[in-house]
Nanobody, 127 residues
Framework: QVHLVESGGGLVQAGGSLRLSCAAS????????MGWFRQAPGKEREFVSA????????NYADSVKGRFTISRDNAKNTLYLQMNSLKPEDTAVYYC????????????????????WGQGTQVTVSS
């Protein structure tokens, strides 16, 4: 099992930046594909980005491509999401998620494919 704790959310003006972190417990962090999802009020949870176990493969939702960057530091058991050029429509609770994965790269984009979730961190972008 893995326990996930997000941090780094906050209030920022449009065009600004934030860096989210997700600290994972356990000694097998590198065995998990990691993802970021977000959920705005009244909307379903949506995929933002995912990263492979070793960090060499990534994918992004079209809405954040070119603005957000996912990365991980397996030595520190930490996942990151660098968010630049933020827009009001990026306002949401952001969640990190993990799924135990084999060596073949499979970057899951559906929330129901992930087994472990953090508690979420609020990101609010003002116009």
């Amino acid at each position: 099992q893995v326990h996930l704790v997000e941090s780094g959310g906050g209030l920022v003006q449009a065009g600004g930046s934030l860096r989210l972190s997700c600290a994972a417990s356990g000694r097998t962090f590198s065995s998990y594909v990691m993802g970021w999802f977000r959920q705005a009020p009244g909307k379903e949870r949506e995929f933002v980005s995912a990263i492979s176990r070793g960090g060499t493969s990534t994918n992004y939702a079209d809405s954040v491509k070119g603005r957000f960057t996912i990365s991980r530091d397996n030595a520190k058991n930490t996942l990151y999401l660098q968010m630049n050029s933020l827009k009001p429509e990026d306002t949401a609770v952001y969640y990190c998620a993990a799924v135990l994965s084999g060596p073949i790269v499979n970057l899951r984009t559906r929330a129901d494919e992930y087994d472990y979730w953090g508690q979420g961190t609020q990101v609010t972008v003002s116009s």
